[in-house]
């Protein structure tokens, strides 16, 4: 497994992490990653405040029976579609499938409306911000676009350039006057890549051409800004 599907894989299981519904071998791959990546750590963080709430939030009451059958057919109706084949920037997400299988094994009584809103994310939505790229992109017919939901975020490219040989894209996320955190790196020229750092209102995500395998820091101006 390669270190951006190991991060994808571990950052879909956090939900479950949070819950303690993982089985244990998969618990401690996740262990393993969060010793690693300060972008997990934080989203569990996050996570871990919303499980802590969510009991006392509304009445507790017990989940109706047909509730685990319809996370059930989810689960399965999702291997099923996988199965099948899908694009190829949108790679397997096994965890998510683990995540959503330890969840209905686990259900506990608990407020189903609390339920519906922790699977649907706490009902974030979607938006969609024009990037700004560099007049050489531009020149070259280059296009971005930053797909926010919640604190995550997604890069949509079109038609851009290949960095100078022996450099790659970098992604940045610049938060007020500090200095720009590494987000990941990647060769898309037209398809999405995630942002491997939560992102929030006012942020910046950049992207630089950067030597070797990336940087802990820009050496170069930005290709492209997209404000949150």
Known sequence: MTDSFEHRDCSEALGAYALRSLPEDEAERVRRHLEQCPACRAELDRLRVAVEALPASVEQIEP???LKSRLMSIVESEGELRGAGEAADHPPTRSRRRWLLAFAAALAPIAAVAIV????????TTRTVEAQVSAPLR??????SLRITGNRAKLVVARLPA????HVDELWVKRGGAMPKPAGTFIVRTGSVEVARPVHAGDRVLV?????HGTSAPTSAP??????
Not at 139 to 144: I, K, N, V, Y
Not at 163 to 166: E, K, R
Not at 223 to 228: F, P, W
């Open 64 to 66: 109706p029976p047909e």
């Open 117 to 124: 809103l922790f699977l649907a994310g706490g009902g974030a």
């Open 139 to 144: 020149a070259a017919g280059a296009r971005a």
């Open 163 to 166: 960095p100078p040989a022996g």
């Open 208 to 212: 630089t051409a950067e030597p070797g």
């Open 223 to 228: 290709l492209i800004v997209a404000r949150v």
